[in-house]
Each structure stands twice: as structure tokens, then as C-alpha cells.
């Protein structure tokens, strides 16, 4: 109760301060005077005040305070602490008041570590960042208010969904709202940049460190996503190309394009106009994907609780920016006279033009397979469902030349100087690899020429990544960890693909079958009681060909508040492959539903996409120390 | 360190055909299209996925049907006219859909004008 | 000007897709089909509830103007509450009434039917779902309404209600 009040009236102290922070700001812009230390305290100030909000927040879930609106609808008293806390974010008024916290925080992070940019430079990105703070706040406080009153009372709270009570789901949110929001100062950054035509290779050094954080932060957190999808959800897939994945992955992709295309702009002072568009679209496409998943217009499992009026304020502000960031482009936007605007073929840039022109291409496709139903729909009232087949259709192909490019690219400038005997190496790897992928493919029941192609692209790419770290003629470490990782994905997901098997029966306690690698056998149920759910535990025996025993007990939850049954698979994981069952109750009759799966390199998905994190965060700590 | 290489490769190679076993071909079959077709009454599942009533039937529908024979495009056919087009997460391609298809190829193929331009190339 | 001329374009773009999302957030996304009068009925092959002996769907749909096929089950808290309109329906002899009895436990759904009427002059069972499912159905309840040629004049997903049964009246006469 108290805590409600707390929460509810700093927030609407943080949203003055911004009404303090502005005017100062706008006077300290036209003054000559050294940067007003007054806009350190107030944005700290600000940023106290949001922090305190969301403390007031947690205590409210901790302590099950259901006079607030929001721990009744999302939280439990007999919900463990660790979940009560997660659940503060777990809910759409919650994560908002989250997004604010973290926006309000590197906003103030950004002012202080910016001490060698210009003044005018730096005051504008604060009043560009400023208006995307009000928004927020105004949309928390108009629409999604955490801190609504209930009277009288209630005894009891309804409920965390079960299936977000997870771990990996508790720290996803935080860390994918961290790359979101990094966006939002790259944004903001980039428009003060163009105003102030200050787009230049000083302001490249500066921002790619936030181009990094934000990098690393957005792929942990499709990462965590992705593991909660697998284990989680039950299905043993980790990727569907769900709408809201997809949303997640545009910013990704266009902050990909970024990170490369920003070196170029350091290096050369070249593509300025690229890397400020890309700039600005990442953050837009991080709104867009706040707008599709919060308004509730697209269909997918992971919907939260809708409500128009929030739709129209998050589509009437996005369009506000995007107007904004217009104008500020077509407007402000000078090219320099004196800017190398060609590149020549045989260089490094060229690599990584052609990256982004790739990138962009994948980017376009989960757009417009993302989009186009729902303008379809408005248009010609007719719907249809994009799914898994079209995105492969039209990504895997170009994904072929994509691994091969990102093989000989970065090596293209010593390429020009010693041809001859790099081509020579170049042309053995490639046989070596074509000869691999043909006895993968040779293995296989059924075969297509594109996986073939593919998997040999992927080798290919694997195997000069893998001699590049024994090689010293090629120095930036950063880059070879992350292509590596790279190359490490997609050979792990395809192979994970092409060789996972799975069996699906339906089974009684005591039962057993035999299938072509081995005998699974039903042993028992066991019957649990845990403080806020039931559980079911099966035990199986899974006896394979070679007489190798594994024991798998998957788990089934039954949750009172609210009622909810849940699956839990049983994973064991090695090196080489994860085997993954789970069982599901049949309706009416004795019977479980299993299923058995085995895929291959499972682990490997995240060791690689870590590898590839490990790459960002080198190179952000080498900037580092250079400073 | 070539052959170390080399024998590395082998092991995994010969690996595969543990790792992979040979199902029947109807279940391949079968799961390729319970992953391709959309479980209706859920939120943005298929029917693989999905553990519904709804999916539990169309299980056992397309089981029926891969057995009386039909190939996997006559089950989609047979399922489009049955619920129309939003239950195929495989868009067809027709003149609601060219844009769909086509936008992304364009663009593709604009975007490497835009990069060949951009290019100097000398000898 | 060039780049005047390319902001204006932007921004005609920018309406456009506003215009096309806002009304996007207007509709619902639950699906609902588009009317699929005239398709024709399959045949099938099912059980009959309370004297458990085969019947085919030719067996069935014979001799009447039109027919009501409603898919049911006793555990459908909807399939109450539109349970008066069938019953309503049932003295309308121009119509037969066929109950599809959808992946239940035959004994409560006897116990349904002896509880609140029958309004069905032939009761079948769908064990496992597969009947309703090649029907194009979506679960339960679901109401279709099929005229002499064994054409399907409208299918309604969901319980009946009053404008429901109101235009199903007009379709008859």
C-alpha cells in the first residue's frame, strides 16, 4: 500500500524532472558557457526517481501487496520469492516501468562518459533521448499504470502464468530491454550527430562502443528466449519463426549491419549516410516490436494481455519518432564534399558492403513475412499464415553465398597482394569441404541440393575460421571469435536439423516399445506435492542399440493459481546430442502421450552464439583499454 | 596437423550414423507436415506443436490420409479447402501473395545495384 | 529538393502503414471463416450413442428438407447454453436434428441427454475427433446447416444465440 503510493508518486516526480531537464538543456545549447552540471544532477535525479519507482514495485510483489492492481493480476502468496520478484517484470506494466529504468539509466551513463564530445553534440542527444523518456513515461502513466488501486482488497492474488516461471524467462526480459534500449541512445545519438554535422569518424569511435553493449545484450537475450522455447515449451524446436521472434531478431540484424558498418565509417569516413540510417532503424524496429507484441495484433503463443488503447499510443508515438528522424535526416543530413564515396573492390570495405547488403536482404524478408499478413488482412480481409517453409525458402539459398562471402571477405585486401598462394589454400579447404558434406548428405534417406550446398558453405566457412586463429598475418581477434561462432551456428542448427529423429506413442505405466535404435520403457509414475503445484513425474528407460542406458523423467505440472498444466521435458545433455523427452496426459483414458527425440550438437547452439557474444565483448573491452 | 584434422572429421562423420536413425518414412512425412500446417484454435502454434484437441484430431486425420495414399501436396490441397488458406504456414504464391514473394527479391536485387555502384573495381 | 521530394514520399509511406495498423488494431484475430455455403458433405462412417451400432452418413440424411448437424459434448460448458435453441429447433419438422458427440465419455453423455433432452433424432459419436476435424470443424460447439442435396448452407463456430438461430429460420423458409 505504501510502497504503491511511493512507486506511483515518483513517477510522476520523474516525469517533472524532464520538464527541468529540457529547458536548462535548450538555454545551455545557445549559451557559451562549458556544459550546465545542473543536467548531470537532474538526469540522475530522474533516474533515482524511476529506480525508486521500480524498487516500490518489487516490494510490492515481495510482500504480495494485492491492493496494487498489478501484483493481483500477475503474482501468488504462495509463489516462491525468487518468482515473486521476476514477476515484477513478467507482466506488460512491469517490464514497461523496466524499459524506463534502463532508459533513464543510460541516458545518465551516456552524459557522464561522454566528456570528450562537443557540448552542443552531446546536450542534443539528451533532449533527443529526453522525448523518448516522456513518451515513455506517458504511456506508462496514461495506459499501463503498475500502480493501480484495488478496493477492497483482495485475499488472494491470480497467478503467475506458469510457463513464465522459469530462470531463463526471469533475467530474459532484463537483458533483451538492455539491447533495446542501447538502441534508443545510438537513435538519439545519431540524430544529434546529424543536426550538429558531426557524423564523422571521432563520433564512429564513440558511439561503437554502444553499438557493442547493446549488440551483446539483444543476442543474450534472443539467446535466453531461445533456451526457454526449447526446454520450456516442450516442443524440442528452439527457433519457430514465431511473430514475436521475429520482431526481436530485425533489430538484431540491423544492429549486425551496424556493428560492421561503423568500422568502415572509423576507418574511412565513408557510407555516413548508411550507417545513420541503420542507426535510426534500429531503434525503430526495437519500438515497431514494442508496438506488434504489446497491441496485441499479431498471433502468437506469447501474447500479452491487450488492450487497444495501448496499441494506438505506441503506434502514434513510433510514428512521432519516425517523423522526427525524417525530417532531422532529409533535412539536416549533409553529405561531405570531401567523403571518399567509393570503395574499391578489391578491399576490406567491399566485404562489408556486401555483408550488409545480405543482411538488409534477411532483414527485408522477416519483415515483410512478419507484416505482410497483417496488411493483407487489412486490405483484403483475406488471412494467411507465414511460417516456417517461406522463411526457409527465400533465406536458405541466399544463406549459401552469405557463408561464402563472410569465408574470403575480411581476407579480400591481402588477397590483392598475395594472390596466388592464398587462392591455392583457399580452393583445397573448399574441395575438403564439398567432400565432407557429401558423405553427410550420402547418410541421409532423403536429399536435397540445397542442404548439400549449404552444409558445404557452412565447412567452408567453419574451416578458414578455424585456420584463422593460427594465422598472424590476420590481427583482429575480436572479429575471428565472432565469425567463428558464427560459422559454429549455423553448422551446429543445420546438422541439428537435418539429423534430429524423434518418436511419438502413446504409452501406459509398464509398457514398452521398440523402435529402430532401441527399447523405451515406461517404469513408473510418481506423484509430488510442491508448495504452488503439483507434479507428475514418469520415469523412463531408454535402452538404445549399443545396450546404453539412459534414465529420463520428464514432469508434468499441474498448477492451482492459476490452473495450469504444464510439461516439463527431461533432457539429458552430452557433447554430441541432447536427448529430449516429453510426456503430455491423454484425455480420458490412462495413457501418456511421449515424445522421444535425439538432436544432435543441441548444446553447440549455445555455446556457439556465447562464442559469438565473446568476440562483442572482447573487442568493447580492446576499445577500452586503447582509450 | 592435417591428419589430426582429418581423423577428427572421421570420427564425427562416422558418428552421424549413430546419431541418426532411420524412421519410417510415413512419420517423416507425417511431422514435415504437422510442422507446415497451423493448429487453429491456438495462439500461433502448429500442429506439431500444439497438444490441443484440435491438433490431437488433425493428427490422426493426417495419419488416416497418408495412409490411404495421398502425397504431401494433396494433403495441404485437401486441408486449404477444408479451412482455407491461414492453415498452411506455407503462403501460395498467387496475386494476394506475389508482393509476399517478390518484395524481398527486389529489394535484393536493388540493394546490389546500390552496392555495385558503390564499387570501383580495378585491375 | 531531391531530398525534399524523398521526405514526402517517406511520409506518404508513413501514413499509409499508420492508417493500415491502426485499423489492424480495430480487428479482432480470431479467425473466423467466410461462409462456406454449397460445399457438399462428406460421407462418413460412425457408431450410434445409445445403441452402439454402426451407421453410415447415408443412413443418416435421408428424408428431410434440411438438417442440423451439431457437434457436442458433455463437457462443453457453451454447449448449454445453447442447448434451448436446439430443443427449440427439434419442433421445426422440416428439420432433422443429427448430435455428433464429440470426444466424450459415452456415459456422461447420456447423462447430459437424460438431464437436459434430447433434441436430436439421431445421436453419433466422434471418439477421437477425426469425424469433425474432415468436416472442417473447429471443435465444439459447432452448428451446420445442410439442405436435401447434402449441401452445407452455413456452418457456425461457437454456440448458437438468438441472431444466430434467427437467421438460420430465414435460410429455411
Known amino acids: 500500500m505504501l510502497a504503491s503510493q511511493i512507486g506511483y508518486y515518483s513517477l510522476i516526480l520523474g516525469l517533472l524532472m524532464s520538464f527541468l531537464i529540457t529547458p536548462i538543456c535548450i538555454k545551455n545549447f545557445y549559451n557559451n558557457k562549458i556544459i550546465d552540471i545542473k543536467i548531470f544532477s537532474f538526469s540522475f535525479l530522474q533516474f533515482f526517481l524511476v529506480f525508486l519507482s521500480f524498487f516500490a514495485l518489487i516490494i510490492s510483489f515481495v510482500i504480495s501487496d494485492f491492493s496494487n492492481e498489478t501484483v493481483f493480476n500477475n503474482s501468488h502468496s504462495s509463489k516462491p520469492l525468487f518468482y515473486k520478484i521476476a514477476g515484477t517484470w513478467g507482466n506488460h506494466e512491469g517490464s514497461l516501468l523496466l524499459w524506463l529504468l534502463v532508459l533513464t539509466f543510460f541516458i545518465f551513463l551516456f552524459i557522464i562518459k561522454s566528456n570528450d564530445q562537443p557540448k552542443k553534440y552531446r546536450i542534443l542527444t539528451i533532449l533527443f533521448q529526453q522525448i523518448i523518456i516522456v513518451g515513455f513515461f506517458l504511456f506508462i502513466l496514461s495506459t499501463s499504470n503498475p500502480f493501480g488501486y484495488l478496493f477492497p482488497t483482495p485475499k488472494e492474488g491470480l497467478g503467475l502464468n506458469p510457463i513464465l516461471q522459469d530462470p531463463a524467462l526471469a533475467i530474459h526480459p532484463p537483458i533483451l530491454y538492455l539491447g533495446y534500449v542501447g538502441s534508443s541512445i545510438i537513435f538519439s545519438a545519431s540524430l544529434a550527430g546529424i543536426v550538429q554535422n558531426y557524423i564523422s569518424k571521432k563520433w564512429a569511435k564513440h558511439i561503437k562502443i554502444w553499438i557493442l553493449i547493446s549488440w551483446i545484450f539483444l543476442t543474450l537475450g534472443i539467446m535466453l528466449g531461445s533456451i526457454w522455447a526449447y526446454y520450456e515449451l516442450g516442443w524440442g524446436g528452439f527457433w519457430f519463426w514465431d511473430p514475436v521472434e521475429n520482431v526481436s531478431l530485425m533489430p538484431w540484424l540491423c544492429l549486425t549491419a551496424l556493428l560492421h558498418s561503423i568500422l568502415v565509417l572509423e576507418k574511412k569516413s565513408s557510407l555516413t549516410s548508411w550507417t545513420v540510417i541503420l542507426s535510426i532503424a534500429t531503434f525503430t524496429f526495437s519500438m515497431c516490436g514494442t508496438f506488434l507484441v504489446r497491441s496485441g495484433i499479431l498471433n502468437s503463443v506469447h501474447t500479452f494481455a491487450n488492450d487497444p488503447s495501448r496499441g494506438i499510443f505506441i503506434l502514434i508515438f513510433l510514428s512521432i519518432l519516425i517523423l522526427i528522424s525524417l525530417v532531422v535526416f532529409f533535412l539536416f543530413h549533409k553529405e561531405k564534399k570531401n567523403e571518399i564515396s567509393k570503395i ?44 516456417p517453409p517461406f522463411y526457409n525458402k527465400l533465406i536458405m539459398p541466399f544463406l549459401i553465398f552469405f557463408l561464402i562471402f563472410m569465408s574470403i571477405g575480411p581476407k579480400l585486401h591481402w588477397i590483392k597482394t598475395r594472390f596466388k598462394k592464398i587462392k591455392i589454400q583457399f580452393f583445397l579447404l573448399f574441395i575438403f569441404s564439398s567432400f565432407i558434406s557429401f558423405l553427410i548428405i550420402k547418410n541421409m534417406s532423403f536429399k536435397n541440393l540445397i542442404n548439400s550446398f549449404l552444409i558445404s558453405a557452412a565447412f567452408y566457412l567453419f574451416f578458414i575460421t578455424l585456420k584463422d586463429f593460427f594465422s598472424k598475418e590476420f590481427s583482429n581477434l575480436s572479429q575471428k571469435i565472432s565469425h567463428f561462432g558464427f560459422s559454429l551456428l549455423i553448422l551446429s542448427i543445420l546438422l541439428n536439423s537435418l539429423f534430429s529423429s524423434e518418436l511419438t506413442t502413446n504409452l501406459k505405466v509398464g509398457e514398452k516399445i521398440s523402435f529402430k535404435k532401441g527399447i523405451i520403457s515406461f517404469e513408473s509414475i510418481e506423484n509430488k506435492k510442491y508448495k504452488n503445484y503439483k507434479s507428475i513425474v514418469g520415469y523412463f528407460r531408454i535402452e538404445d542399440n549399443e545396450k546404453r542406458l539412459t534414465i529420463l523423467k520428464p514432469e508434468l505440472r499441474i498448477y492451482n493459481q492459476p490452473y495450469t498444466i504444464t510439461s516439463e521435458a527431461n533432457i539429458k545433455t552430452t557433447l554430441y546430442s541432447d536427448k529430449f523427452l516429453v510426456m503430455n496426459l491423454v484425455k480420458g483414458n490412462e495413457y501418456f502421450n511421449i515424445r522421444y527425440q535425439v538432436k544432435p550438437f543441441m548444446i553447440w547452439v549455445w555455446i556457439s552464439t556465447l562464442i559469438i557474444v565473446l568476440g562483442g565483448i572482447h573487442s568493447l573491452f580492446k576499445k577500452n583499454h586503447e582509450k | 596437423m592435417k591428419t589430426k584434422k582429418f581423423f577428427l572429421i572421421l570420427l564425427v562423420i562416422l558418428n552421424f550414423k549413430i546419431l541418426y536413425a532411420i524412421e519410417p518414412n510415413n512419420e517423416i512425412l507425417k511431422n514435415k507436415i504437422l510442422k507446415n500446417i497451423r493448429c487453429l484454435i491456438c495462439q500461433g502454434q502448429s500442429v506439431y506443436d500444439s497438444q490441443s484437441d484440435f491438433a490431437i484430431s488433425m493428427k490422426l486425420v493426417i495419419d488416416q490420409k497418408i495412409n490411404e495414399g495421398l502425397s504431401e501436396s494433396e494433403i495441404y490441397d485437401y486441408l486449404k479447402d477444408q479451412y482455407g488458406q491461414w492453415i498452411s504456414y506455407d503462403p501460395e504464391f498467387n496475386k494476394k501473395t506475389f508482393i509476399l514473394w517478390g518484395l524481398p527479391i527486389l529489394l535484393f536485387v536493388i540493394g546490389g545495384v546500390i552496392v555495385s555502384k558503390k564499387l570501383i573495381i580495378l585491375k | 529538393m531531391k531530398n525534399k521530394i524523398l521526405l ?32 457438399p458433405l462428406i460421407n462418413f462412417d460412425s457408431q450410434d450413442l445409445f445403441s452402439t451400432i454402426k451407421i453410415s452418413s447415408d443412413q443418416i440424411f435421408v428424408d428431410s428438407e434440411f438438417y442440423i448437424l451439431n457437434i457436442w459434448a458433455s463437457w462443453c460448458l457453451p454447449c448449454r447454453t445453447e442447448h434451448p435453441y436446439l430443443m427449440e429447433f427439434n419442433k421445426n419438422s422440416s428439420i432433422k436434428l443429427i448430435g455428433l458427440n464429440y470426444k466424450d465419455n459415452p456415459d456422461s453423455a447420456k447423462k447430459f441427454i437424460n438431464k437436459f433432452g434430447n433434441p436430436y433424432s439421431v445421436n453419433i459419436v466422434d471418439l477421437n475427433g477425426t469425424i469433425s476435424i474432415k468436416l472442417g470443424a473447429y471443435g465444439v460447439p459447432e452448428t451446420f446447416l445442410i439442405n436435401k442435396e447434402r449441401k452445407i448452407l452455413k456452418k457456425i463456430i461457437g454456440p448458437l444465440n438468438k441472431k444466430l438461430v434467427k437467421e438460420i429460420n430465414l435460410i429455411i423458409k
Do not use: D, H, Q, R
Not at chain 1, 550488409?356 to 488482412?377: A, C, K, Q
Not at chain 3, 511520409?11 to 480470431?30: G, M, R
Open chain 3, 8 to 39: 514526402s514520399i517517406a511520409i506518404f509511406f508513413l501514413i499509409f502503414c499508420f492508417i493500415i495498423l491502426f485499423k489492424s488494431l480495430n480487428n479482432s484475430n480470431v479467425y473466423v471463416p467466410e461462409s462456406i455455403s454449397g460445399k
Open chain 1, 344 to 387: 574499391y573492390f578489391l578491399s576490406k570495405e567491399t566485404s562489408i558492403l556486401i555483408n550488409n547488403w545480405f543482411v538488409m536482404y534477411f532483414l527485408s524478408v522477416v519483415l515483410i513475412g512478419t507484416v505482410y499478413p497483417i496488411f493483407l488482412e487489412v486490405i483484403s480481409n483475406e488471412k494467411i499464415s507465414v511460417g
